[in-house]
């Protein structure tokens, strides 16, 4: 994980450093192609964890295990990794917001981020049941 980390931060340098050297003509592009690349790497570390679960319950079905079913409610290191993405995707975010609409731009796109992050939060909790005892659209 810390090589990948390395790398990342060295694309961040790159594109940092083009920026100086292109200036602010090119800054859109250089935005947008970092955060394909972040794209490509979050797409490659969801594959590889659906591909590690999919393995896991095939293992437990042929060995005829009773496993449990799976929890509605997000563990502590999901909570975790989701805050942490878009924390470092609020970097790239918020010179967008700023270079297209100002400090207007920049309060929308913390209003958003602040937005998803308690919705994913919030996701599976007791008070966002109704009380006839179902279950919200926003849970499983």
């Not at 975790?80 to 975010?93: C, D, K, R, T, Y």
């Amino acid at each position: 994980m810390e090589a990948r980390d390395a790398e990342l931060k060295k694309e961040l340098d790159a594109t940092l450093h083009a920026r100086k050297e292109l200036g602010d003509d090119y800054e859109s592009a250089l935005v947008e192609s970092f955060l394909e690349k972040v794209e490509q790497r979050l797409d490659a570390t969801v594959d590889r964890r659906v591909r590690r679960r999919l393995a896991e319950q095939q293992m437990d079905v042929a060995r005829g295990s009773s496993a449990q079913p799976p929890r509605n409610e997000p563990g502590f290191g999901e909570r975790f990794g989701f805050g942490a993405v878009s924390l470092v995707l609020a970097i790239p975010l918020s010179a967008i917001g700023v270079a297209n609409a100002g400090l207007t731009g920049l309060v929308v796109t913390w209003l958003g981020i602040v937005g998803v992050n308690a919705v994913h939060a919030a996701r599976g909790r007791s008070w966002l049941r109704r009380r006839s005892g179902e279950t919200s659209d926003w849970e499983g």
